[in-house]
């Protein structure tokens, strides 16, 4: 089983200053005259980390990770102002520029997965291979199986729990409930709704990973900030139409592209995998026996790592 490449640090970092306030914080790391993959990471809101430097051979590939808008490093922290889904398709592509990368791969899980695939319809022709992980769609029933109806079925306890945040009118609309709490002048309300979306996507999210899921508490601005644009996401429908991923499909370019997916997912369902590599059969599927959402599991590591590895092996 493989496992994660050795700690490595950046050997080039900085920001990206664009039209707006925000700047977005980047970093290269790995064999500067390697193979370009640029990693999307997941949220929206979250931001890169240290380990996720290491699922690529950094004496073949040339890493880079940068924090989305509003997200981690990049700055403001947690403004939404300006801070739509074309918004990040265009920094990353500024970031292509100013790195003065010709093409490159796109590593990209979960919401990463989704900008992977936005960025691949609208710039085919910089992309020479794609990576996926725990494929979202951003459609409404993705939005849904996971605030709505779906996995609370499977977790009723826990969503019970997060229930209590809400009196009966703001049950009726959880998500504008959710959001208008989140982005209250009210401090002790924003900071008590976004621990409980914490502690309830958490649970959810490491179910097949972690026996008791414990919420870390230290940072609750972290939290807010995190909270503030997630729902500022999904309340503008990720800034995308309905299914317009899958609609235009035909534009991605036919490039080598690996779909992984862990079968015990619960937050994103591997029929989002499913739906892609059937609307594009050239594509190779992974679905994971042992794995959830996770990236960090080590049946999830084994794949990517594998995935990784395979497709630099075979552009060499």
């Given at each position: 089983?493989?496992?994660?490449?050795?700690?490595?640090?950046?050997?080039?970092?900085?920001?990206?200053?664009?039209?707006?306030?925000?700047?977005?914080?980047?970093?290269?790391?790995?064999?500067?005259?390697?193979?370009?993959?640029?990693?999307?990471?997941?949220?929206?809101?979250?931001?890169?980390?240290?380990?996720?430097?290491?699922?690529?051979?950094?004496?073949?590939?040339?890493?880079?990770?940068?924090?989305?808008?509003?997200?981690?490093?990049?700055?403001?922290?947690?403004?939404?102002?300006?801070?739509?889904?074309?918004?990040?398709?265009?920094?990353?592509?500024?970031?292509?520029?100013?790195?003065?990368?010709?093409?490159?791969?796109?590593?990209?899980?979960?919401?990463?997965?989704?900008?992977?695939?936005?960025?691949?319809?609208?710039?085919?022709?910089?992309?020479?291979?794609?990576?996926?992980?725990?494929?979202?769609?951003?459609?409404?029933?993705?939005?849904?199986?996971?605030?709505?109806?779906?996995?609370?079925?499977?977790?009723?306890?826990?969503?019970?729990?997060?229930?209590?945040?809400?009196?009966?009118?703001?049950k009726q609309?959880?998500?504008?409930?959710?959001?208008?709490?989140?982005?209250?002048?009210?401090?002790?309300?924003?900071?008590?709704?976004?621990?409980?979306?914490?502690?309830?996507?958490?649970?959810?999210?490491?179910?097949?990973?972690?026996?008791?899921?414990?919420?870390?508490?230290?940072?609750?601005?972290?939290?807010?900030?995190?909270?503030?644009?997630?729902?500022?996401?999904?309340?503008?429908?990720?800034?995308?139409?309905?299914?317009?991923?899958?609609?235009?499909?035909?534009?991605?370019?036919?490039?080598?592209?690996?779909?992984?997916?862990?079968?015990?997912?619960?937050?994103?369902?591997?029929?989002?995998?499913?739906?892609?590599?059937?609307?594009?059969?050239?594509?190779?599927?992974?679905?994971?026996?042992d794995a959830?959402?996770?990236?960090?599991?080590?049946?999830?590591?084994?794949?990517?790592?594998?995935?990784?590895?395979?497709?630099?092996?075979?552009m060499e």
């Open positions: 089983m493989k496992i994660l490449y050795p700690e490595i640090e950046p050997f080039e970092s900085g920001y990206l200053k664009t039209h707006s306030s925000h700047q977005i914080y980047y970093e290269q790391v790995g064999n500067p005259h390697g193979q370009a993959v640029i990693f999307l990471h997941g949220g929206p809101g979250s931001g890169c980390n240290e380990n996720h430097r290491r699922y690529f051979n950094p004496e073949k590939y040339r890493i880079i990770l940068f924090d989305q808008r509003g997200s981690n490093r990049s700055k403001p922290n947690g403004e939404v102002e300006n801070n739509s889904t074309q918004d990040i398709l265009n920094d990353i592509e500024s970031i292509r520029k100013i790195l003065k990368i010709n093409k490159w791969t796109l590593f990209g899980g979960s919401w990463g997965a989704t900008l992977a695939l936005l960025y691949a319809e609208q710039y085919p022709q910089q992309v020479t291979g794609i990576i996926l992980r725990g494929t979202f769609l951003a459609r409404q029933c993705d939005f849904d199986w996971f605030a709505k109806t779906g996995v609370n079925k499977i977790f009723p306890d826990y969503w019970q729990e997060f229930l209590t945040l809400f009196d009966d009118a703001e609309n959880l998500l504008d409930a959710l959001f208008h709490r989140i982005f209250s002048d009210n401090q002790q309300i924003r900071q008590e709704s976004a621990k409980a979306w914490a502690l309830w996507s958490g649970r959810v999210v490491t179910h097949g990973f972690v026996k008791d899921y414990m919420l870390d508490t230290k940072d609750v601005n972290k939290l807010v900030i995190d909270a503030r644009i997630e729902m500022h996401y999904a309340r503008n429908k990720y800034f995308i139409s309905e299914n317009q991923i899958i609609d235009n499909i035909s534009q991605l370019p036919e490039v080598p592209t690996t779909i992984i997916h862990g079968r015990k997912d619960l937050t994103c369902l591997p029929e989002s995998s499913w739906l892609v590599h059937r609307a594009r059969p050239d594509s190779k599927l992974v679905i994971v026996p959830g959402h996770l990236a960090g599991e080590p049946a999830m590591v084994d794949a990517l790592v594998t995935a990784t590895d395979e497709m630099i092996g075979g």
